[in-house]
């Protein structure tokens, strides 16, 4: 079963690809032609950092569980180097595949090795991210880029990413491995307001060419009976979204935590796809410092979708397109969490500086209006836990 | 499509507009006198330091590359102390609290000057933290430097021994 | 759809023109330097909630952007 998020094969439609590998240059020579060269400095290189933690998601009859490792080194003259390491445990007997499988353990394993780079007023970074397990293969290369203006007031940020990924079925040779493509064009601006308010938007287009449904999944027709999922060769999302965040100073007691005592984050994102799915994303985020060293947060999101065009629970035989994916179904999800975080800062233990501990315990409960559950004919619903634990530290 | 390229048009329009970025105090112009009071309460007046060179240093507790740059200050300063080096660490936190305690943390032997209101920041228009103005002898700034990296230690060396010569 | 974008184009460009004049000078960066202040601070609890969106939810994107901060160098 794909556990990254989908997908499928197809067949590749190189003539479409064309485009926007043109536009990609484009944007690059405009950005790099006007760029002024010897300014002052700008965007804050990363320090040298190694972070390790623990991810959990039970619910719904899936389970995942794994470690994931991210380290961080300046390398000459302004270059960061980064590389990563996750792995996901999967566990499934998720309602789908109980009533048209069997349950399944699988392991996906995630290689990740990058680089940010500083010029002039600009940085420039280049990702590699390699993702395998045994039915679904991908490789992802992205090049962002991140400019300052306005004295640093303003950030405008570019970013360009294409995967190719490789679909497969598990217990099925016959079946071979298909294409995926997914191409991602991002550009955003953030801007702060005031010393103590910031706000960002975001527009996001993602195109995807290839066998896009599960292979592994069914619709259902209207008389009952199981039939293949037929998706269109393509799928361009746009989500566009508003950030903001404002701090609360602590007056002029000293706490070594830069005079914030709390803030809050409100973030809200429309998105709409040529499956005519339509969403809309609203999320708040708390967060206080107590006790000098203790930072806790507590944030609350609300998320709804209508289904796609050609998504039904049950389909009419004869229908082109048939989608039975409970994600293209009209369905609502609340999720909640709460963040506990201890951090040293300004202090050293030999090599290690500033390190911290933190725990984000959260709960998803989804409630779907056009989805059924086929051992009970009730509308599904779901409850899922979500918890990550991180340690992390600058050396 | 055509969505992409008003977007890509109206972001390059905008940097095309951020290359008229404000200007910071720079060489050849005569370091702003001021007076200052530093973390032991002394006052401190930059002309007074004429036939010395000055290295004008703007910090901040959270700004982590200056945390960086202010202990190889501090090997700096000893270095050149005897032959005519003065470093002034202009902090800007609003807590002076806060400098007080990186500044015993780090053990620095040169003054901390305070500037909470960002007034010295203003007289010098600062673009970007770290901010470090070398001054000379006759209290024209000779070289800034934006920022602190690794190229840094070598360029202050070779500035503060190029002004040591200076006869000025 | 087209709307909707339209909205979002006129305000980046709105926002820009109001804020292109914003004096948050570098040495008041104080506040914006500190995490809670910062979109994302923490990338692998954005990296697994990222990873839980994208597998639990249609919609995909709009959460990634670069700035904010102390602009320090």
Redesign the interface.
Known sequence: MQ???TRGAGRPADGASA?PRR?WK??LF??WM???IE???????A?DEV?A?Y?Y?HGGGVTVTGP?V?VQKNI???ATLKAGY?V?IVSSASIDVVTQASPFKETRTEYSLGTDI?RG?T?VGVDYINSRESDYLSDTLSV?M??????????????VARSWDQVGKNNDPSFGWKNFDRT?????????????W?????????ADEGLINNPYRSAITLSGALVPENYPDART???????T?Y?F?NG?S?D?????R??I?L?Y?????TFD?H?Q?AKITF?R?FVSNW?GGVFYQY?F?DA?SFYGDRVPANQLYKARDK??SQYH?QWVGLTLKFKLK?TQWGIIHNPYI?I?NSW?L?NYDNFTDPRTGQLYSQR?Y?I?T?LGFNY | ?D???A??LF??V??????S??Q?AGPGEKAPDFTGKTLLGKNIKLSELRGRIVLINFWG??C??CKEELPYFNRLYGKFKGVGLEILAVNID??A??AA??SG?LGLSFPVVLDPAGDLSDLYRI??MPTTFVVGKDGMIRYVH??F???DPARYEAEIKSLLKDGS | ?KR??FL?IS??IA??GV????????W????????????DP????A???Q??R????????????????????
């Open positions: 556990v990254t998020g485009g536009l484009a944007v405009i950005v006007v760029i002024p300014r002052s400095w700008a965007i804050e290189p320090q972070e933690g991810n998601y994931a991210i000459l003259n302004g996750t996901d500083l007023d940085l962002g991140a400019h300052d203006l306005f004295d640093k007031n303003m950030t405008v940020s570019l970013k991602i064009y991002a550009a955003g601006v953030t801007q702060s307001v005031t010393p103590r910031l706000i960002q938007l975001n527009y996001e287009l993602t999302g746009q989500a566009w979204a508003i950030r965040s701090g100073p002029a000293d070594g935590n830069g005079g914030i709390s803030s984050q973030d994102r429309y998105y709409y796809d799915v969403s994303t967060q410092y930072l998320y979708q796609a994600e293209l999800d300004q933190q984000t998803m989804f899922v979500v990550h991180d | 499509m969505k992409r390229k977007i890509v972001l390059s905008l940097i095309f507009f951020a290359t970025m404000a910071g507790t959270w982590a590359p609003k807590v609290s806060q305690r990186m943390t673009r970007s934006w920022g990296g690794p190229n | 759809m909707i974008s979002f305000l980046m926002l820009t804020f292109g004049c914003s004096s948050v000078q570098p008041e960066r104080e506040y914006l330097a500190d995490e809670t202040m910062q979109f923490d990338p692998l609890l990296q697994w909630h990873h839980v994208e597998i639990r939810e249609g919609g995909r994107g709009g959460f990634n952007g670069t700035g904010g901060g102390c602009g320090c160098r």
